[in-house]
């Protein structure tokens, strides 16, 4: 394990910004993927281990009129907590019910969930389908500056992201949905807790009358970043849920979708589960 | 070695101050620096909940929490939670039920029960079996756990012929 020379717990965004500014820094929020990671060798220690729990601009889930914000230190069990995730933003609020354990829950948190940038991260599927940004500040010249990164853009590669080292990230803001607008989450595991996902699926749509509009379909663990679908998406927008749309929009599904075989599941495995678990999600939307 | 850093908090109703290095787990300064070692390793990586401890009122995996992040915090451990009304009933329950058997997962068990009890999180089976995910037994089979737990939070659970309700 490499060496830590410094350890910080700075107590304003500007300071913390500050410090990612003079860089070689490793920023340590709930931990539970940090220590596991370090542990094992799949992470080097930067020289500064910088705890953000201590950062207040970090914390806090806003309703900011036409869009939540949710502070990157918020945790998972806050997230279950607040009514107004579970009510607007509920296909987030599934994802976090299936999340791990209560004792992960407790500790993890949202930011470090996107900022870990795992293709099968729990939260990673919904916000995604739900538009989700993610605001990222630095400190380049002496001022504190703040980048808006769309979620869907945001992941490069398992583990990879487009924050670069001197960015903090302050928060994920995700715009409310329109009226009417539902969703389901699923999650493929061999057991209902502590599981990473084999497969992930968030589906949201708004009925209209018989058919379905405003879709919005994510996936996780089918890629190497969770991803959007927006050619399923296009498949069952303004279309009635019937057999021929389901066979439909599972087809398209497939194409979509580039699984690797690794401890959790084979390709093919993945591959029959998106196509015949998209057909139930859409039929469970439809009928919401 | 990592370089130490000096924390001050409150372990089982007591301020503690002490210098740990910037990479020691909680569990590893619970277990390996304070000698308080009811709190057990089991996975190291946040699977298996024996390192279970509350920190601000909420569980955590103590393995996966670094010691300098208990800086200005409360800590409660297994030896803390039994003398609460809740551990205490606890404790019995898991006596009278036979829910030990080689007794690792225990403490963790104990913590997170005391947890879900106070926070009226006990309800029912169910809320009982959603709270005792992160927590592994490899003995039991759990059914003694979750009726020695139904019994300390005065619940019914089906088929239970144990416990004091």
């Known amino acids: 394990m490499a060496d830590i020379k410094r350890y910080a717990a700075p107590t304003t965004l500007e300071e913390a910004s500050e410090m990612l500014r003079a860089g070689n820094v490793t920023v340590l929020a709930g931990?539970?993927?940090?220590?596991?990671?370090?542990?094992?060798?799949?992470?080097?220690?930067?020289?500064?281990?910088?705890?953000?729990?201590?950062?207040?601009?970090?914390?806090?889930?806003?309703?900011?009129?036409?869009?939540?914000?949710?502070?990157?230190?918020?945790?998972?069990?806050?997230?279950?907590?607040?009514q107004l995730v579970r009510e607007r933003l509920n296909l987030l609020w599934q994802a976090c019910n299936h999340f791990a354990s209560d004792q992960i829950r407790n500790a993890a948190t949202v930011g470090g969930n996107v900022c870990n940038a795992s293709p099968a991260g729990d939260t990673l599927v919904p916000l995604l389908a739900l538009n989700a940004c993610a605001v990222l500040a630095a400190k380049p010249n002496g001022a504190l500056q703040l980048r808006r990164v769309p979620l869907n853009g945001f992941f490069l590669g398992p583990g990879r992201s487009c924050r670069v080292p001197a960015e903090l990230l302050t928060a994920i803001e995700v715009p409310l949905p329109p009226a009417g607008f539902k969703g389901e989450f699923y999650k493929h595991g061999t057991r209902p807790g502590l599981d990473i996902a084999a497969i992930a699926i968030a589906l949201g749509a708004r009925r209209d009358g018989a058919v379905l509009r405003d879709v919005r379909v994510a996936f996780g663990a089918v890629a190497p970043t969770p991803v959007r679908a927006p050619?399923?998406?296009?498949?069952?927008?303004?279309?009635?849920?019937?057999?021929?749309?389901?066979?439909?929009?599972?087809?398209?599904?497939?194409?979509?979708?580039?699984?690797?075989?690794?401890?959790?599941?084979?390709?093919?495995?993945?591959?029959?589960?998106?196509?015949?678990?998209?057909?139930r999600v859409l039929m469970h939307v439809g009928q919401l | 070695m990592s370089v130490n850093c000096d924390i001050a908090f409150t372990l089982n109703g007591v301020k503690r101050e002490l210098s740990v290095p910037a990479g020691m787990s909680a569990l590893e300064m619970l277990r390996e620096r304070l000698g308080l070692t009811g709190t057990k390793y089991g996975c190291g990586e946040g699977e298996c909940g024996a390192c279970t401890i509350l920190v601000d009122g909420a569980t955590v995996n103590s393995c996966l929490m670094f010691a300098a992040d208990c800086d200005g915090r409360d800590l409660v451990t297994v030896e803390g939670v039994v003398v609460r009304e809740a551990g205490e009933r606890l404790r019995d329950a898991f006596v009278?039920?036979?829910?030990?058997?080689?007794?690792?997962?225990?403490?963790?068990?104990?913590?997170?029960?005391?947890?879900?009890?106070?926070?009226?999180?006990?309800?029912?089976?169910?809320?009982?079996?959603?709270?005792?995910?992160?927590?592994?037994?490899?003995?039991?089979?759990y059914r003694k756990i979750i009726e020695a737990i139904a019994a300390a939070a005065d619940v019914t659970t089906q088929g239970a012929e144990h416990g004091r309700s």
Not at chain 1, 54 to 74: F, H, K, N, S
Not at chain 2, 101 to 118: D, K, N, R, W, Y
């Open chain 1, 31 to 82: 931990g539970t993927d940090l220590m596991p990671q370090t542990r094992a060798g799949r992470l080097q220690f930067q020289p500064v281990l910088m705890n953000v729990r201590r950062v207040p601009e970090l914390g806090g889930i806003d309703d900011q009129g036409t869009m939540v914000r949710i502070g990157a230190l918020v945790t998972i069990t806050e997230l279950l907590e607040s």
């Open chain 1, 231 to 279: 050619r399923t998406e296009a498949a069952i927008e303004g279309r009635p849920v019937d057999a021929a749309m389901l066979e439909t929009a599972a087809c398209t599904a497939l194409e979509e979708v580039h699984p690797i075989s690794d401890v959790r599941a084979s390709d093919w495995y993945r591959r029959e589960l998106i196509h015949n678990m998209i057909k």
């Open chain 2, 96 to 141: 009278a039920c036979g829910a030990v058997q080689c007794g690792f997962c225990t403490p963790g068990l104990i913590v997170q029960a005391s947890h879900m009890i106070e926070r009226d999180h006990a309800g029912d089976e169910a809320a009982i079996r959603r709270g005792i995910e992160g927590n592994l037994c490899r003995c039991t089979g």
